[in-house]
């Protein structure tokens, strides 16, 4: 006969499984480009926690409907500043503002993007844009943030990626190059700043439903590309931003992909 399989003792699971998530309620958090498609949905879901939010956005009007639009869910407190990050001078006006209206900068993430054309279908003007903010602006803003992080001796830098960086799809050439410099950027600085007690993450979505991605999939076909698991919806990209958050001190999700359940990559 086999044997008996002892029961449980439910102090003991309880102990072992135990549930140790770390509230964002309270803390200071900027995301920048959060005033449409992924870097809104973070914010929202994180006011929505309780967590003082500033957001960026390069145009006046639709960061007020997203400041307006955040407010309504409640929560914690929602700002906004116009700046396009990938001017150092903005970025420091940015962080300026994030050192007055929260107090404390406990996370920074990363967000603000272009989408770009290969090589062959764009100019230099266009390909140094999307350089400048899909790359120097994740550099400037790690580098504020990590000036704050170092004297606080925590903090938390979460970079949004992409899967590009993998599939390397032809005709995306600028693009990945940004994508695939940002995965070097983020695993090089994460070694230097563990040291100090600082957590850095990348996050690389596969294709999300926004603005960004009407190139591939126009904006009145995305439900529908949703609805056949063939596209990700911003909310659970912020969903996974949350949940790297919210991880104990002791546990650092360096590294996080996301995709569509039907993208083949």
């Given at each position: 006969?086999?044997?008996?399989?002892?029961p449980?003792?439910?102090?003991?699971?309880k102990?072992?499984?135990?549930?140790?998530?770390?509230?964002?309620?309270?803390?200071g958090?900027?995301?920048?480009?959060?005033?449409?498609?992924?870097?809104?949905?973070?914010?929202?879901l994180?006011?929505?926690?309780?967590?003082?939010?500033?957001?960026?956005?390069?145009?006046?009007?639709?960061?007020?409907?997203?400041?307006?639009?955040?407010?309504?869910?409640?929560?914690?407190?929602?700002?906004?500043?116009?700046?396009?990050?990938?001017?150092?001078?903005?970025?420091?006006?940015l962080?300026?503002?994030?050192?007055?209206?929260?107090?404390k900068?406990?996370?920074?993430?990363?967000?603000?993007?272009?989408?770009?054309?290969?090589?062959?279908?764009?100019?230099?003007?266009?390909?140094?844009?999307?350089?400048?903010?899909?790359?120097?602006?994740?550099?400037l803003?790690?580098?504020?943030?990590a000036?704050?992080?170092?004297?606080?001796?925590?903090?938390?830098?979460?970079?949004?990626?992409?899967?590009?960086?993998?599939?390397?799809?032809?005709?995306?050439?600028?693009?990945?190059?940004?994508?695939?410099?940002?995965?070097?950027?983020t695993?090089?600085?994460?070694?230097?700043?563990?040291?100090?007690?600082?957590?850095?993450?990348?996050?690389e979505?596969?294709?999300?439903?926004?603005?960004?991605?009407?190139?591939?999939?126009?904006?009145?076909?995305?439900?529908?590309?949703?609805?056949?698991?063939k596209?990700?919806r911003?909310?659970e990209?912020?969903?996974?931003?949350?949940?790297?958050?919210?991880?104990?001190?002791?546990?650092?999700?360096?590294?996080?992909?996301?995709?569509?359940?039907?993208?083949?990559?």
């Amino acid at each position: 006969m086999p044997n008996e399989s002892k029961p449980v003792n439910e102090a003991a699971f309880k102990e072992l499984f135990r549930d140790e998530p770390q509230p964002v309620a309270g803390r200071g958090i900027v995301v920048t480009g959060g005033t449409t498609g992924i870097g809104r949905a973070i914010a929202m879901l994180l006011v929505a926690r309780g967590a003082n939010v500033l957001i960026c956005g390069r145009h006046e009007k639709e960061l007020s409907d997203a400041v307006a639009a955040i407010k309504r869910v409640g929560g914690g407190a929602i700002y906004g500043k116009v700046a396009d990050t990938g001017k150092p001078d903005d970025v420091k006006q940015l962080f300026q503002a994030a050192d007055r209206d929260l107090g404390k900068v406990d996370a920074v993430i990363n967000n603000a993007g272009l989408a770009a054309d290969s090589i062959l279908d764009s100019e230099f003007d266009q390909w140094q844009q999307v350089i400048q903010t899909n790359l120097i602006g994740y550099m400037l803003c790690s580098r504020a943030a990590a000036e704050r992080f170092r004297k606080q001796k925590n903090g938390h830098l979460i970079n949004v990626g992409s899967m590009s960086a993998k599939a390397l799809d032809p005709g995306s050439d600028v693009y990945v190059a940004t994508k695939s410099a940002v995965r070097g950027f983020t695993d090089s600085l994460a070694k230097q700043l563990n040291e100090d007690g600082i957590r850095v993450t990348l996050i690389e979505p596969g294709l999300v439903g926004s603005d960004m991605t009407e190139g591939k999939v126009p904006q009145d076909k995305q439900a529908d590309a949703e609805a056949k698991e063939k596209l990700l919806r911003a909310e659970e990209l912020a969903h996974s931003v949350l949940y790297c958050l919210e991880q104990p001190p002791r546990c650092d999700v360096s590294f996080l992909q996301i995709r569509p359940t039907k993208q083949i990559i």
